[in-house]
């Protein structure tokens, strides 16, 4: 198992203005993700954060709007650029545990963001 | 990519009956296929999950059936509780460790 801690658990931000949370894992581990969940909604990945390189996108979502850092195996973090409403959402960090990484997915508590 | 439909929505049982939840994947690729609870605001977890060698998977009161032919999976949960009220979310990967693709979710509600 893994235990992830998220900062802040929940902010309410201006338009315009930007967001940056944290997720700390308790272990190293290989894979780590982003994900979203908006109001009522299922969870959509963002990106993959890669330990020293760029993170990897899914469709919808880019480098400038959601920046991401992943500076060693237990630390990452994700910005949410230039707020609007439409950014209000969930955001859970995840990682995969277990040998060869076929293990559990674990998510984070989530941080929930509400843009004014 | 993958696309993965989940059916129903939501779904309203009462105390110790059977619920079933069904997911449909579009890529034949997966073979890695997880049902995650989400209960009110916390954070979704694994219940069970099975791989595409095996048809079925039991675990006490929830079992999971796949077929690979027809590309489709489903959660069955019998003898409900109030407890097992809750968002249930199916997915499909590639492989375990492979990113997840996450169906839209199933609203449950046990009635006592």
């Known amino acids: 198992s893994a235990v992830i801690s998220q900062k802040p658990s929940r902010d309410i931000c201006q338009r315009g203005t930007s967001l940056t949370i944290q997720c700390q894992v308790d272990?190293?581990?290989?894979?780590m993700f982003w994900y979203r969940q908006q109001p009522g909604q299922s969870l959509t990945l963002i990106a993959t954060?890669?330990?020293?390189?760029?993170?990897?996108?899914e469709s919808g979502f880019v480098i400038d709007k959601f920046p991401i850092s992943r500076p060693n195996l237990t630390f990452s973090t994700l910005t949410v650029s230039n707020l609007s409403p439409e950014d209000s959402s969930i955001y859970l960090c995840?990682?995969?545990?277990?040998?060869?990484?076929?293990?559990?997915?674990?998510f984070g508590e989530g941080s929930r963001l509400t843009v004014l | 990519g993958e696309n993965v439909e989940q059916h129903p929505s939501t779904l309203s049982v009462q105390e110790g009956d059977s619920a079933v939840i069904k997911c449909t994947y579009s890529?034949?690729?997966?073979?890695?296929f997880p049902w995650y609870k989400q209960e009110l605001g916390k954070r979704p977890q694994l219940i069970i999950d099975?791989?595409?060698?095996?048809g079925e998977k039991k675990d006490q009161r929830i079992a999971v059936t796949l077929n690979k032919t027809a590309k489709h999976f489903s959660l069955h949960i019998t003898e409900t509780q109030p407890e097992d009220s809750a968002v249930y979310f199916c997915?499909?990967?590639?492989?375990?460790?492979?990113?997840?693709?996450f169906g839209g979710g199933t609203r449950v509600l046990v009635k006592p």
């Open positions: 995840s990682v995969l545990t277990g040998e060869r990484n076929t293990g559990e997915l674990f």
């Open positions: 272990s190293q581990v290989t894979m």
């Open positions: 954060a890669n330990q020293g390189s760029e993170a990897t996108y």
């Open positions: 890529d034949s690729a997966s073979n890695y």
């Open positions: 099975i791989r595409s060698n095996v």
């Open positions: 997915a499909a990967s590639k492989a375990a460790g492979n990113k997840l693709t």
